[in-house]
């Protein structure tokens, strides 16, 4: 038996309200992030992850302000990423009361950030999100920083397996290609990057119903991350769950 599957909803938070858009473009305001995460806490989420998405293309520290709202009002565990660029960063994120940081871009341009935050405060506590999209010339994947506006060129599998040594926890798969079109998850990703690493998997982006959620479970997924279909009301958590327990798939 392995871990029960967790379900995650999603905040992307620009200007302090919660947005949601398709392949990283095209916005749609969805609410206010606090009162959003604490209806998802009651609703039955396993965890929620709050991303400040123009952060680090803006040069801007994260949103501590938010993480100590959140501290107030959300009593699952919860991520907040966007803009950490150093231990202090992580260190105010998880003194404000966030359980995991997230680290994308600053994680690129310096690895030793996942070693040195490993070694603080636990690989527990580090969370290395990636945004990934397929390569259009050749088989694979490589990692886009900025919120999906600068391709690295860098090969997103290997870097992945980088971040495992280097001492991350747990990885996040955003699949820019995915993204906002409910369409479902990139199961060749989470399947090559299960095959790859030990880590645990959070499946991002593409999710539009319980079936794709089951798949990327069954792809080798231990949580799957949402947002359009829970922000706009599409499926509940408990209905997701339910579904997702009829087709054989543990579920806290």
């Keep these: 038996m392995g871990l029960k ?3 995650i909803p999603c905040l992307d ?17 969805a609410g206010d992030p606090v009162e959003l995460a ?11 992850v709050f991303y400040d998405i123009t952060a680090s293309h803006e040069n801007r520290d994260t ?3 938010l993480a100590r709202r959140a501290a107030e009002e959300v009593f699952v565990p919860y991520t907040i990423g966007g803009g950490v660029r150093t231990v202090s960063d992580m260190h105010a994120m998880l003194r404000a009361g966030a359980d995991k940081v997230s680290i994308n871009s600053a994680a690129v341009r310096t690895p030793e950030l996942i070693n040195k935050g490993a070694e603080r405060f636990g690989s527990q506590c580090i969370v290395l999100s990636t945004d990934i999209k397929r390569r259009r010339d050749k088989p694979g994947w490589e990692v886009y920083l900025n919120g999906g506006r600068l391709n690295t060129g860098v090969n997103a ?18 699949s820019i ?18 095959s790859r690493t030990n880590l645990p998997i959070v499946a991002s982006g593409g999710a539009g119903e319980p079936e794709h959620m089951i798949a990327a479970a069954r792809a080798g997924a231990g949580a799957v991350l949402a947002a359009s279909i829970f922000h706009f009301g599409e499926w509940s958590i408990s209905d997701v769950k339910e579904k997702m327990r009829a087709a054989g798939i543990s579920v806290r």
């Design 177 to 194: 290609d995915a993204d906002g079109t409910e369409s479902g998850y990139d199961l060749d990703l989470i399947s090559e990057v299960a």
């Design 38 to 48: 604490a209806f998802y806490d009651k609703e039955g989420a396993d965890e929620i």
């Design 63 to 65: 949103a501590r302000e």
């Design 157 to 174: 599998v290997k870097w992945l397996v980088e971040g495992e040594r280097r001492g991350a926890g747990e990885f996040v798969l955003n």
């Design 13 to 29: 938070v620009d200007a302090g309200r919660v947005v949601k858009g398709t392949k990283f473009s095209c916005l749609r305001d």
């Design 5 to 7: 599957v967790r379900i």
